[in-house]
């Protein structure tokens, strides 16, 4: 039985409201309906695609979700664990930097070897970096701040 897909991912959270408000202010996620496990959530959704589930951090899981989930993420401060990023195919370049930038969101953009691809990476509320991956052609007059090739001469 292959693996298909990604379906979801878990975002531990501290503060799960303000986790949800950011992922709809700076990514344009909805949230949505999801089922009652008996603690708090919130499922952000792309289309009626549910992509990121947000609840309590280790710092602040009730009991019924530590049996829910099993061991819950611990409290480790900085970074995320052995994740580095999760990365979503986006468009729409210009305005998603005129975005961020009224946001206020610190971001870095590069350009991979050999991929069509602009990226942008940055982090939400939790320390977790996001990449927003852009077609090549919408860059277009855009320098990046580094190009893989740079690093390997």
Known sequence: MPVS?????????HDIDATRDWYARVLGMTPGPHPDFGFPVHWMYLGDVDVVHIGPSAKTASEIQK????????DRGAGTGA???IAFRATGLRQMLEH???ERIRFSQRRANGQALYQLFLYDPNGIKIELNFAVHEAEGIAPELTASELIR
């Open 5 to 13: 897909h990604i379906e979801h991912f878990l975002v531990a959270a």
């Open 67 to 74: 049996k829910y989930l099993g061991r819950t993420s611990q």
């Open 83 to 85: 994740v580095d990023h």
């Open 100 to 102: 961020l930038r009224a």
